[in-house]
């Protein structure tokens, strides 16, 4: 599930609307993502994964912005409408057991929207929406799950945009 939540918040900081340039511009990048992702059973990937992969992105990063619980709710049931879940334990690669949802013959796309669809509604029925955050960072939309313990975490990474912005209100401060 940390991993699932780890793997769909990096898909959607790949995308141009969280404030940087296409990070899935082409095929190797996405076989990138699946490398530094570590997701298992994917074979070759073609144009069609690509645009896939960056619909479900998108879809992914409603659910991350949307303004109330309600909304998250329906924009996420809307992609899990449109993916087969089968869950299946398994161990592989070292891992320890652990529950894939994806269907044995899932394509990427559906194979990232079933495992992060599934760790995202769990997040969403334990109460923890709020916890889908977007950098507070002027100039930067980055999203990212806060797993503080007093949920007080507002930049997508503390050594950059928190770091930046602690500067700045430092500079601020100084100049008043
Ligand atoms: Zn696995
Ligand atoms: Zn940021």
């Not at 975490?153 to 008043?176: I, P």
Request: glycine share 6%; hydrophobic share 40%; aromatic share 4%.
């Amino acid at each position: 599930m940390v991993h699932s939540l780890a793997t769909v918040v990096e898909l959607v900081n790949t995308s141009p609307s969280t404030g940087g340039e296409e990070g899935l511009a082409g095929l190797a990048e996405l076989q990138a993502f699946v490398e530094s992702r570590q997701i298992s059973g994917v074979s070759r990937l073609t144009a069609r994964d690509l645009g896939q992969v960056r619909m479900v992105r998108e879809a992914f990063h409603r659910v991350f912005t949307a303004t109330d619980q309600p909304s998250a709710v329906r924009t996420l049931n809307a992609l899990l409408s449109e993916t087969r879940i089968t869950p299946r334990l398994t161990e592989h690669d070292g891992h320890p057991l652990h529950v894939h949802y994806f269907a044995a013959d899932a394509a990427l796309a559906e194979h990232v929207a079933a495992d992060c669809g599934v760790a995202l509604a769990h997040l969403l029925v334990e109460g923890e929406a709020e916890r889908l955050r977007t950098c507070a960072a002027p100039d930067c939309d980055r999203v990212f799950v806060d797993e503080s313990r007093n949920r007080s975490r507002v930049y997508c990474d503390s050594r950059t945009c928190g770091n930046r912005m602690h500067v700045a209100a430092y500079r601020a401060r100084r100049r008043a």
